[in-house]
């Protein structure tokens, strides 16, 4: 396994970091966690595969919500980072690994300072790459749809300024909301893409294909978070072709999501990918949180019949040139 270079281009942190470390990282807080029990806490950041969650809102009450607690304070998103890192070249030889995280939902309400944690974040990522410096990495900052387009600017901000220090894209996540506007975040993604900075975003994951097409066809990103929606409208997947805009495929999350109905669904989807040309990357969403990791996605891929192990060493190529790390 060592041999192969790997590259993964969506992870979020949330759901990245070993349970034990989250586990002793929640007991040098003081955290009140809702068990005293390590097995019942790891069951309930973990999914195995006999649980699905029925929506991206369930999701992230359920998980999200613990995990996100814990890492908020300079020190434990600082450790987060480093172990999610120096874990993934460990385990299946990550040499190249794009981490992202939104900064507000790690400083509880406010009562962290936001460059604190974004400061901490850059330091564990150095401290990573300074024990494993075969490694690059690089962080992406996240908007969310649950918050007001004035802290989406704020995280923004964030990003342009600490582009020269590890952060090399924004990415706009969350579950779908009827208050949020994709046109109003136009000005961010404009602002963010004259700064030299990365694009990407979670669209076509859920809903209609109303936010998609207009990603595409307005602020036409670097990448696209899942996109599954696309293989619907052949003319959007047209555009995503003429573009080259990169799609970040993650398997077993879409699966453990419901964001498809099986196994057979997502082999048809990436099928679709290749007859249309569409480039993607296999990526895990968060590996502790789903039991998997890149490795075990391609193999994943390969025995189901959705790859050939040629068309998985695309992928890997395409995520190597589609990096947002300079």
Known sequence: MRKALRAELHTHLGAAVDPPILWSL????GIRLPSKDYWEFEDMITMTGTEYNTSLDEMHRKFYYWTELIQSSPL?????????????YRK???????LRLNPMFRNRGGEQDLDHIIMAVLRGMDKAMLEYPMVKAGIILMMDRTL???????????AIAYKNRGIV????AGPQR??????AHLPIFEEVRKAGLGITLHTGEEGNLDELRYVVEHIKPDRIGHGLLSVKDTEIMKAIREQNIVLETCITSNLRNRK?????????????????????????????MYKTNIHKEQLFAIEHGMLTEEQVATCTETAFSATFIK
């Not at 929640?26 to 807080?29: C, G, K, R, V, Y």
């Not at 434990?76 to 993934?88: F, L, Q």
């Not at 299946?92 to 794009?98: D, K, T």
């Open 169 to 172: 894209g924004i990415d706009l």
């Open 26 to 29: 929640a007991h040098l807080q």
């Open 260 to 288: 498809v109905t099986n196994v057979e669904e997502m082999k048809q989807i990436i099928h679709t990918y290749l007859r249309e040309n569409i480039p993607f990357t296999l990526n895990t969403d968060g590996p502790e």
């Open 92 to 98: 299946c030889n990550l040499v190249l690994q794009e």
């Open 178 to 183: 009827e208050s949020f506007s994709i046109e």
């Open 76 to 88: 434990a998103v600082e450790e987060s980072v480093k172990s999610v890192i120096g874990g993934g």
């Open 148 to 158: 007001t387009t004035e802290q989406n600017y704020i995280i923004a901000k964030k």
